[in-house]
């Protein structure tokens, strides 16, 4: 059998686990995807769809990855991710497109630490202290329980992560490594079995950025702008590019052509060469969604501080 054949045999194979997936993403509690992974296959995102009430298929990729997850050694965790645990809570300290997470072990949840991050940064701050990394490792370590995330004076809980977000990370968690940048920043098609997604990828990430960016270049740059924790730099590519952070060492790049009279805007997609390393092809396709929609709502309520326009 050549490989076309076997491609197609193993995406028919993995079709009831698709099913699956986008029942999951209906019954999320926020309009984005989740994207599960079957053992030793591959498959494609779904599209997102409008929230529903959460069904027992929904919960079928969380209960699946979450029992995985539940099986494996924290200290193991840490080692391959190299993300801090905090044995006291018991959870990871994640960074997603510039917002802090608890990633409780061994029972999975994925909470917001906005708030402590917040009262310890300001602090540090004002003593000339770098938050980086050591932030997430002392918000992790301060104990707080669920606590409450203040949003324009008004109590308004923890921010719950969005389903798609929760997955991608739970995901990372149970199969994903870290590994060192190169230097280089890589298309999605040179991501193994990046080509066999690569119209989806096409359609749901690089013409999603045109259509939301493609015409608004100081939206895009205000959305750099509105979070330094993305560690955002311009780079020369296109009428305007940017490089930022997904997570902690694992690297994006967008560009844009702005459009005109004769020609649409179009837009580019990058990853850091050692995104392989944490997310397969259909997860870096999430992973690009998820990417998008923080930075529609960064321009939505852009802040001072980041890059340079």
Same mark, same amino acid.
């Given at each position: ?113 906005? &708030? ?7 602090? $540090? *701050? /004002?003593? =000339? %202290? !770098? @938050? +980086?990394?050591?932030? #997430?490792?002392?918000? &992790? ?7 409450? $995330? *203040? /949003?324009? =004076? %008004? !109590? @308004? +809980?923890?921010?719950? #992560? ?19 940048? +190169? ?127």
């Amino acid at each position: 059998m050549d490989d076309t054949a076997e491609r197609k045999k193993i995406v028919k194979a993995t079709e009831p686990m698709n099913a699956a997936l986008q029942a999951a993403a209906r019954g999320a509690a926020t309009p984005r995807a989740a994207v599960p992974r079957a053992a030793a296959q591959r498959v494609a995102a779904p599209k997102a769809a409008a929230p529903r009430a959460v069904t027992p298929n929904a919960m079928a990729p969380f209960l699946h990855y979450g029992a995985l997850y539940g099986a494996k050694d924290a200290l193991e965790i840490e080692a391959r991710c190299a993300v801090p645990f905090d044995r006291r809570r018991r959870a990871f300290a994640l960074r997603i497109m510039g917002r802090d997470y608890f990633a409780s072990h061994p029972d999975f949840a994925l909470e917001s630490c906005e &708030a402590e991050r917040r009262e310890i940064t300001s602090g $540090e *701050a /004002a003593n =000339g %202290v !770098d @938050a +980086g990394r050591e932030v #997430a490792t002392r918000e &992790a370590a301060s104990g707080v329980g669920a606590g409450h $995330e *203040a /949003a324009g =004076g %008004v !109590d @308004a +809980g923890r921010r719950a #992560a969005d389903a798609m977000e929760k997955l991608l990370a739970l995901r990372y968690l149970c199969e994903g490594a870290a590994a060192p940048w +190169g230097g280089r920043m890589i298309s999605y098609g040179e991501i193994p079995w990046g080509n066999v997604y690569s119209s989806n990828f096409q359609g749901r990430c690089v013409r999603r950025l045109a259509a939301d960016f493609g015409n608004d270049a100081a939206g895009l740059a205000a959305a750099m702008a509105g979070e330094p924790r993305l560690e955002a730099e311009r780079v020369s590519m296109g009428d305007i590019g940017f490089r930022f952070a997904f997570m902690r060492g694992l690297y994006m790049a967008v560009t844009l052509w702005e459009g005109d009279d004769e020609f649409p805007p179009s837009a580019q997609m990058l990853f850091s060469d050692n995104f392989p390393a944490a997310f397969t092809a259909e997860d870096t396709a999430v992973a690009a969604e998820v990417a998008l929609g923080r930075l529609r709502e960064l321009r939505a309520a852009p802040r001072p501080g980041g890059p340079a326009t």
